[in-house]
C-alpha cells in the first residue's frame, strides 16, 4: 500500500510559518563544526560535502582535518596521485568518492584557476558534483538561495509539511517542488534556512527515536498532528555490510592503502577466503579505478588519472 498523495493533515507549502523558529533554533543548537567556520572556505565546504554523504560527522571530523592540513586548495589535491586521495579517505567508506574528489578538484585547477567556481551550473559541470552537492557549496560556501535536499532535510518535509513519517527512498519531482516552493525570497535566509533545516533532521527529527519534544515546529507539524501514523509507503532499504562485496572491496583496500609499493595478488588473496567473491571485489575495484593492476600480478593504488 502507497502513502496518500494528499493526507489529511498536509499543511501548507508557503514555509514562512516554519523558517523563523527553525533558523532560530538552529542559532542556538548548531553544532560546531569545522566547515561551518568562515575559515574554512569553499573547497573546506566542498570536501565536507563529499566525505559527509552516507557516513557519520564523529568519522567524517579526523579525516577532513588531515585531508585539508595535506590539501588545503584545490591544487594541492590535483598535484598529487589520485592513489593518495584513495589512501588518505581511509576508512570513510564509498572510496569512490575519493577519485570524484580527486576529479573536481584537477578541474577546478584546470577551469576555473583553483577556486571553486561560484556559480552553480559550474559547480554541476564538475566531475563527481551531482544535484545535491552542487546546491550544497552554493548555498553552504557562497550564500545562494537553492534547495538542498539531502536525506535528513527529505524527512523533515516529509513529516512537517507532507503528513507522512519517511519520505520516498529516492528523491521525487515532487520533493523538488516542494523544496523550492518551502525556500525562503532572500539568499541569507534561504542559505541559513537550508543549513537550519538539515541539522534540525540530524539532530531532532531523526529517522529513529525522533524528539519531538525539543522540536521547535512540533506544534505546526503535519506528522505530529495526525497522530505519528507510521509509514505505509514502500518498505526502507537496510543497508548490510557483513559478507558482502563492499565488505571484501573495504579489506582488499585497506591492503593497498597501507602499501606503499605494488602488492602481490597472493597477498590480496589471503583477506577473503571465498575466491569467486574475492576476485569479483577485486575486479569492481579495477572497473571504478580505485586499483590499478600492474605486470606480474601486482596491484597499486591508482598512480595515474583516470
Given amino acids: 500500500m502507497t502513502a496518500p498523495t494528499n493526507p489529511p493533515h498536509t499543511t501548507s507549502t508557503n514555509g514562512e510559518h516554519l523558517h523563523a523558529p527553525v533558523i532560530d533554533w538552529f542559532e542556538d543548537n548548531a553544532r560546531d563544526l569545522p566547515w561551518r567556520h568562515p575559515d574554512a572556505g569553499p573547497w573546506g565546504v566542498m570536501v565536507s560535502e563529499f566525505m559527509l554523504q552516507q557516513t557519520p560527522v564523529t568519522r567524517v571530523l579526523p579525516v577532513y582535518e588531515q585531508w585539508l592540513a595535506r ?120 542559505a541559513r534556512w537550508a543549513a537550519a533545516s538539515m541539522e534540525l533532521g540530524a539532530l531532532v527529527c531523526t529517522a529513529k527515536n525522533e524528539t519531538c519534544h525539543r522540536c521547535p515546529i512540533s506544534a505546526q507539524c503535519a506528522w505530529n498532528l495526525a497522530g505519528k501514523p507510521d509509514h505505509e509507503g514502500p518498505a526502507r532499504r537496510a543497508q548490510t555490510y557483513a559478507g558482502t562485496d563492499r565488505q571484501v572491496r573495504g579489506k582488499l583496500l585497506a591492503v593497498l592503502r597501507e602499501a606503499h609499493a605494488p602488492v602481490p595478488q597472493s597477498t590480496l588473496d589471503r583477506v577473503w577466503h571465498e575466491p569467486v567473491q574475492r576476485a569479483r571485489a577485486l575486479d569492481g575495484l579495477v572497473a571504478d579505478g580505485l586499483v590499478e593492476p600492474l605486470p606480474d600480478a601486482l596491484y597499486q593504488l591508482p598512480a595515474t588519472r583516470t
Fill in 71 to 190: 590539501w588545503p586548495r584545490p591544487a594541492d589535491l590535483a598535484q598529487d596521485a589520485p592513489g593518495e586521495a584513495v589512501r588518505a579517505w581511509g576508512r570513510l567508506g564509498y572510496p569512490r568518492r575519493a577519485l570524484r574528489l580527486h576529479g573536481a578538484a584537477t578541474a577546478i585547477t584546470e577551469r576555473h584557476g583553483g577556486d571553486v567556481p561560484t556559480d552553480h551550473a559550474q559547480l554541476l559541470a564538475l566531475p563527481g558534483i551531482g544535484e545535491y552537492t552542487a546546491a550544497a557549496v552554493a548555498s553552504f560556501a557562497y550564500g545562494q538561495r537553492h534547495a538542498v535536499l539531502d536525506t535528513n532535510v527529505r524527512r523533515v518535509f516529509a513529516r512537517a509539511v507532507t503528513g507522512v513519517q519517511y519520505p520516498p527512498n529516492a528523491t521525487t519531482a515532487a520533493e523538488r517542488k516542494l523544496a523550492r516552493a518551502l525556500l525562503p525570497p532572500d539568499e541569507q535566509t534561504a
